[in-house]
C-alpha cells in the first residue's frame, strides 16, 4: 500500500516537472524570438500615420543589410513612434544624421524600415536613445505617393489572376535573357542619338499643341464644314443618277478628246510654235488688262448713249462726209508709222479736256510749279507766268520731286 502510494506521488511530480519542462521550453522560445537574451541598441523613429502599416519584428536595413528590427509602433497624437532594436556593432555603420524610409518588400510584402544614409553623413555615429526622423526629401514624398496610389489597384486585383499573369511573363521572358540584353543594349544606343535631339523634340512637340490649339478654336468652324458638308453628300446621293451620267458624258468627251489630240498634235505643236510671239507681246501688255477692262466698262454708258439704249430710235447714228480722193497709195509716203513707245501703260477712260490757254486755273497750276524753283510762294508770281510758260508746259509730263 505504502509502496504504491509512493509510486503515485512520483509520477504526479515527474508530471508536473515535465510540464514545468515544457513550460520553460516555450517561454525560451518566445525570449529568443523577441531577441530578449540578445543586445540591442533601442531607436526611436517619428513617423506619420504610415508607420501603423509596420508590424513588430519588421526589418530595419541600412543599403539593404539586416541591422536590426522593429520591437513596438506606438500611436501618438503627432504620429506614429516605432522602438527599434538595432545590432550595436553596426551602429559605428550609422551616422547620426540618417533619415528613415517605409518600404514594402514585395507588391504584396509588408513594410520594412530601411535607414538612408544623406550625402553628407555626420561623423558622429548613431547610439542608444537616439531618435531618427523619417525622410521628408521630395524623393521620398513622390516614391511614398506612388506606392500610396498603387495600393488601391493591388488590393482590387485578384492574387490568383495576377499570379496567373507573372507566371505567364515569367514563362515567356525564360531563356531569353540575351535577347532583352541585346534589346536594351539597342535601345541605350537609340536615346544616346536621341537625347541631343530632345530640345528640338520639345520645340515640335509645343508647335503641335499650338496647332492643336488652333483646331480647337476652329473646331465650331469644322463641325460647321462637316455638317454643310453632309448636306452636299447627300445631295449628290439623291442625284447620282444625274451625277453618273455626267460621269458617263465626261468619259465619252475624254475619250473625243484624247482623238482629237492623236489626230491633231502635229498641228498643235505648230499653233503652239507659231503663236509663241504673240503669246510673248500679250504677257508684255498684259499688265494693262485690268485697267483696259475697266476702261471699258466705264465706256459702257457712253456706248449705250451713243447707240440709243433706252431711246425710240435704237442703233447707230452715224454722219458720213465723203472727201475727195487723196489718190493712190504711194509706198514709203503712205505708209503707215507706229510711233507707241514704253511698254504697257493705262491712261484710264475718264481723261477731261483741258482748261482754256491762260485761263485763272492754268494760271495757278503753272505758279504752283515755278514757285518752288524761284523760293517763293505761288500768290506772288506774276499772273504773265503763264503767257511765256505755258506754251512750254502745255502736253508735256511734269514730275514734282
Known amino acids: 500500500m505504502s509502496r504504491r502510494r509512493n509510486i503515485r506521488v512520483r509520477n504526479h511530480i515527474l508530471g508536473i516537472a515535465f510540464l514545468l519542462v515544457l513550460v520553460f521550453l516555450a517561454w525560451l522560445a518566445i525570449a529568443v524570438y523577441d531577441k530578449r537574451f540578445t543586445t540591442t541598441a533601442a531607436i526611436t523613429l517619428r513617423a506619420d500615420r504610415v508607420g501603423n502599416q509596420l508590424k513588430p519584428h519588421a526589418d ?17 497624437d503627432a504620429g506614429v513612434d516605432v522602438e527599434m532594436a538595432l545590432q550595436p556593432d553596426k551602429l559605428d555603420r550609422v551616422p547620426r544624421n540618417v533619415s528613415a524610409r517605409l518600404l514594402p518588400k514585395t507588391l ?4 520594412y524600415v530601411s535607414l538612408i544614409i544623406p550625402d553628407a553623413p555626420d561623423r558622429h ?16 514624398i513622390e516614391l511614398e505617393k506612388a506606392l500610396r496610389d498603387l495600393m488601391p489597384v493591388l488590393q482590387a486585383v485578384q492574387p490568383q489572376k495576377l499570379a496567373d499573369t ?3 511573363i515569367s514563362q515567356a521572358l525564360d531563356g531569353r535573357g540575351k535577347q532583352i540584353g541585346t534589346t536594351i543594349t539597342d535601345l541605350n544606343a537609340y536615346f544616346a542619338q536621341l537625347n541631343p535631339k530632345m530640345p528640338e523634340l520639345q520645340a515640335d512637340i509645343t508647335k503641335f499643341a499650338d496647332t492643336l490649339a488652333g483646331y480647337e478654336k476652329a473646331g465650331p468652324d469644322i463641325v460647321e464644314a462637316l455638317s454643310e458638308m453632309t448636306t452636299t453628300s447627300r445631295t449628290i446621293a439623291e442625284q447620282r443618277q444625274s451625277v453618273a451620267e455626267l460621269l458617263t458624258a465626261m468619259t465619252s468627251a475624254s475619250d473625243d478628246l484624247t482623238g482629237f489630240v492623236k489626230s491633231n498634235k502635229d498641228t498643235l505643236i505648230r499653233l503652239s510654235d507659231t503663236s509663241r510671239p504673240t503669246l510673248e507681246l500679250l504677257a508684255r501688255y498684259s499688265p494693262e488688262f485690268p485697267c483696259l477692262l475697266e476702261s471699258v466698262n466705264k465706256l459702257k454708258p457712253s456706248v449705250e448713249k451713243v447707240l440709243g439704249a433706252g431711246t425710240n430710235e435704237p442703233g447707230l447714228h452715224v ?11 504711194v509706198p514709203g509716203k503712205d505708209k503707215p508709222v507706229f510711233t507707241a513707245t514704253g511698254g504697257p501703260k493705262c491712261y484710264g477712260a475718264n481723261g477731261t479736256a483741258t482748261q482754256v490757254a491762260n485761263s485763272p486755273e492754268e494760271n495757278r497750276f503753272i505758279a504752283e510749279l515755278l514757285a518752288p524753283v524761284h523760293g517763293t510762294t505761288p500768290a506772288e508770281m506774276p499772273q504773265w507766268g503763264s503767257l511765256l510758260v505755258g506754251p512750254l508746259l502745255r502736253g508735256a509730263e511734269v514730275t514734282i520731286r
Open 60 to 76: 530595419v536595413k541600412v543599403r539593404g543589410m539586416v541591422v536590426g528590427s522593429v520591437r513596438a509602433v506606438r500611436v501618438t
Open 108 to 111: 504584396f510584402g509588408q513594410r
Open 125 to 140: 555615429r548613431l547610439a542608444d536613445g537616439d531618435v531618427v526622423d523619417q525622410d521628408r526629401t521630395p524623393h521620398a
Open 166 to 168: 507573372l507566371g505567364a
Open 319 to 329: 454722219n458720213l462726209l465723203v472727201k475727195p480722193s487723196r489718190g493712190p497709195y
